[in-house]
């Protein structure tokens, strides 16, 4: 018996169809010529059978086949960050371990026009942005508490992950927080910030904190210009220690909003390190100019700033 070509379309559902077929080759197979016209209609019409199930009974849209439901890009796609937490929807992203993740330097400039938020027990935020810091370089660093490489109990959370806290006294009565970074005992002091939030919280704990001029209020602008005025402000103290700050219920970095301009950076000398030889002059505090809140100006490093932009912007002509 003579076989039916690989690839026709096999027996004619419609009893009036002849097929025409012609031997080809000398295998026997048969070639198969179009169906006549009834085989097409039929086709037909079962097409357009199909087509009007996918049409919606009430408004006569077309919706999508199976096959079509799968063509193009996702109707919604994830955030793809990878140094950001997840937030709540209209909050701004936490940010993560992985910012935290670079040299001191580096994050010390980073830290510019973040948002450090503290969360009081009562639920209360209070929220600054960071407008000042100081970069400490670890054992090179004749100013730093790990100089030499020096580990003690106290400044253990210079030498843990990066953004670990290290939160410490002076004077026996203030505290100071810093950040660690990348390097082995290398760490960023928060100096200054501008209130954003919870501005009377942090004049009651100003108040409740501060040594003399009991009776004068204090203005916006002395609530958070200093490392330890900031700690007063935030309710910041010696149990804040080796946390982290990635991850901490109680206070947390935000990443700020954009600016409208990338604002000026001064590159000026650390504040109180006078000890510390040719590293008390070395660059390593970093404010925002034109800034009210910061702690110290430093108006000589401000005209080296402006001198180095405008040689910038020479050169770029």
């Not at 810093?178 to 009377?200: F, H, K, T, Y």
Request: some cysteine.
């Amino acid at each position: 018996m003579l076989g039916t070509r690989p690839g026709s379309h096999g027996p004619c559902p419609e009893p009036t169809c002849r097929r025409r077929d012609r031997p080809v080759g000398p295998r026997g197979y048969f070639r198969t010529a179009l169906p006549p016209l009834s085989c097409t209609m039929g086709q037909k019409k079962q097409r357009a059978s199909d087509a009007k199930r996918h049409q919606s009974p009430s408004d006569g849209t077309q919706t999508p086949s199976p096959k079509e439901l799968h063509l193009g890009p996702p109707t919604t796609l994830g955030p793809t960050r990878s140094i950001y937490f997840s937030s709540p929807e209209g909050r701004p992203a936490r940010l993560g371990s992985a910012f935290f993740d670079q040299p001191a330097v580096s994050l010390a400039r980073a830290f510019l026009g973040q948002i450090l938020v503290r969360r009081l027990d009562d639920g209360t935020e209070l929220r600054g942005r960071i407008v000042e810091t100081e970069a400490y370089l670890g054992p090179e660093d004749e100013a730093a508490h790990s100089r030499g490489g020096r580990q003690t109990p106290r400044n253990r959370g210079m030498f843990m992950k990066p953004g670990t806290l290290y939160v410490y006294l002076i004077y026996g009565m203030y505290f100071c927080m810093n950040v660690s970074s990348q390097g082995d005992g290398a760490c960023v002091l928060l100096r200054a910030l501008e209130p954003l939030g919870g501005l009377e919280a942090m004049r009651q704990l100003r108040h409740a904190l501060r040594k003399g001029a009991a009776g004068r209020a204090l203005k916006d602008r002395e609530l958070c210009n200093g490392p330890s005025k900031l700690c007063q402000a935030l309710a910041i103290d010696r149990s804040f220690d080796q946390r982290d700050l990635a991850r901490d219920e109680s206070v947390w970095l935000e990443q700020g909003p954009p600016a409208p301009s990338e604002p000026a950076v001064v590159a000026a000398a650390r504040v109180g390190i006078g000890q510390a030889g040719e590293w008390a002059q070395k660059p390593l505090r970093f404010y925002v100019q034109g800034s009210p809140w910061v702690s110290v100006v430093d108006r000589a490093a401000e005209r080296d700033t402006q001198a180095g932009a405008r040689a910038c912007s020479h050169k770029d002509f």
